[in-house]
């Protein structure tokens, strides 16, 4: 059943590159170079995020937690990947 499903999607990859005009050596050089590029990640902005403070009571799904007793400024991170499409 797995095989059919991998022989199934080489088929439709086949189809959309053929039909984009790609031979089939280059469709695995694209192919690899995505699988290259996914390791990557290009930093592009860090957007600040609300004050956290610490020794607060925080329900989380019904669970009850003390937050650490550091405090800092949240920070969010966006990057953008190689091979993203």
Not at 61 to 82: C, D, I, K, P, W
Request: aromatic share 10%; no cysteine; net charge positive.
């Amino acid at each position: 059943m797995v095989g059919l499903i991998i022989l199934i999607q080489l088929r439709i990859l086949r189809y959309a590159y053929m039909k984009l005009g790609v031979s089939p050596g280059m469709a695995l050089v694209l192919l690899f170079g995505s699988l290259v590029g996914s390791y990557f990640n290009i930093p592009v902005t860090i957007l600040p995020g609300p004050p956290v403070r610490s020794g607060q009571i925080v329900d989380f799904f019904g669970m009850q937690y003390v937050r650490a007793t550091r405090e800092f400024m949240a920070r969010h991170g966006s990057r953008l990947n190689v091979a993203a499409r």
